[in-house]
């Protein structure tokens, strides 16, 4: 089994900047990709950043220019560097982990960006 615990959510002015962390832990001996999604009260989960296993990464339009995503390998923990937030950027934000078949999500943390 997997589990995915994420940190780092919160109340940010529009325009601040926020690091989202996910530490993956259990049975963790490969995955696929590893990533962030995000949903919006009355909206569908989606993606905002993926990086794959070799360190190919994956950006949602809406993010591109303002977030980054990062991985240490080491501790297992992929980061999400938020810059330039926006009111839209409002969500709960899920990690994912990704490996063939499965898909493995922690529990959410919120995001609120203030105009």
């Known amino acids: 089994q997997v589990q995915l615990v994420e940190s780092g959510g919160g109340l940010v002015q529009a325009g601040g900047s926020l690091r989202l962390s996910c530490a993956a832990s259990g049975s963790i001996f490969s995955w696929n990709a590893m990533g962030w999604y995000r949903q919006a009260p009355g909206k569908q989960r989606g993606m905002v950043a993926r990086?794959?296993?070799?360190?190919?990464?994956n950006y949602a339009d809406s993010v591109k220019g303002r977030f980054t995503i990062s991985r240490d390998n080491a501790n297992n923990t992929v980061y999400l560097q938020m810059s330039s937030l926006k009111p839209e950027d409002t969500a709960v934000y899920y990690c994912?982990?990704?490996?063939?078949?499965?898909?493995?999500w922690g529990q959410g943390t919120q995001v609120t960006v203030s105009s």
């Open positions: 990086i794959s296993s070799d360190g190919g990464t």
């Open positions: 994912n982990l990704y490996r063939l078949p499965y898909n493995y």
